[in-house]
């Protein structure tokens, strides 16, 4: 498995790195927590407002959301009136169930094509369930044209939390599919993998060279090393990094970020919200 992971690194680098970059852009893949009633003092109409403010403030551009029920995504497209958004429930590919739903800044990007599939034996089949995985698991995405610049790949998914073979055959599909899909476009892929580094599934997304972990990218760090801490029941020392954002090539990451509780002014999910600077090369 070393071995693996050293190869890794070593593909990503190479095909990560290297051109003269163009703008900054910041990007976020944040677990929302679903609106859960036993949350308690945690429950999402406490914490609503804080989580918006926690991507505002930060001026992120693109952001890939996970575990939003419907009135969740109806609260951030009102708390975030600078972004548009697209996104479905997963087990209707309506409203029902939980959406992976993506933003962007209206002012910085057109939305050119955007869609979901299942992570599942029959992709386009709503609410279909994969392999041995414990959920309804989807990824959506979208194609996105920077205001007088480029066009990238944005990809935003949660994999099962229980199934391992819903999580290797999960990544297989999505590197299917973001290969279809790019058209030479740069690509960002983020989410819930619910699989912590160095392990197969984490590899995996990377070992072809397309994709790279944008933390082992960055020139600069900054966080904690984990990103779950169960609205800090999970002591420090066992709370698992889960969430990632990955970029391929053409994609510089100047710095990354997981933003704790401190970060942000309290908690905003069960889950600390990621985040990377990055540069398109042109």
Request: charged share 25%.
């Amino acid at each position: 498995m070393k071995k693996l992971i050293y190869l890794v690194a070593a593909l990503c680098m190479a095909a990560c790195g290297g051109a003269e970059p163009a703008a900054d852009l910041h990007v976020m893949t944040f677990n929302m927590r679903y609106d859960n009633p036993e949350d308690g003092e945690h429950n999402w109409r406490f914490r609503k407002e804080r989580a918006a403010e926690a991507i505002v403030s930060r001026g992120i551009d693109l952001l890939g959301t996970q575990e939003v029920l419907a009135n969740q995504f109806a609260d951030l497209r009102e708390l975030l009136p600078g972004y548009e958004a697209v996104g479905v429930g997963r087990e209707d590919g309506a409203a029902q169930g939980e959406f992976n739903a993506v933003f962007w800044r209206a002012d910085r990007f057109t939305l050119l094509d955007s869609g979901t599939f299942w992570l599942s034996e029959t992709p386009e089949t709503p609410g279909s369930k994969g392999w041995d995985g414990a959920c309804e698991r989807i990824a959506t995405w979208a194609v996105l044209r920077e205001r007088g610049g480029a066009e990238l790949l944005f990809v935003n998914t949660h994999l099962d939390h229980v199934g391992k073979v819903a999580r290797r055959e999960g990544v297989a599909l999505l590197a299917e599919r973001i290969e279809a899909l790019r058209g030479g476009r740069p690509v960002i892929l983020t989410g819930d993998f619910n699989s912590e580094q160095g392990s197969p599934v984490i590899a995996h997304v990377q070992h072809t060279g397309l994709l790279c972990d944008a933390k082992r990218m960055a020139a600069e760090t900054a966080g904690p090393d984990w990103s779950f801490s169960d609205f800090g029941e999970i002591p420090v020392e066992y709370r698992p990094l889960l969430d990632y954002i990955f970029v391929s090539a053409g994609i510089e990451v100047r710095r990354y970020a997981v933003l704790d509780e401190t970060a942000t002014g309290g908690f905003v999910s069960d889950h600390a919200p990621v985040e990377a600077e990055i540069s398109i090369v042109r």
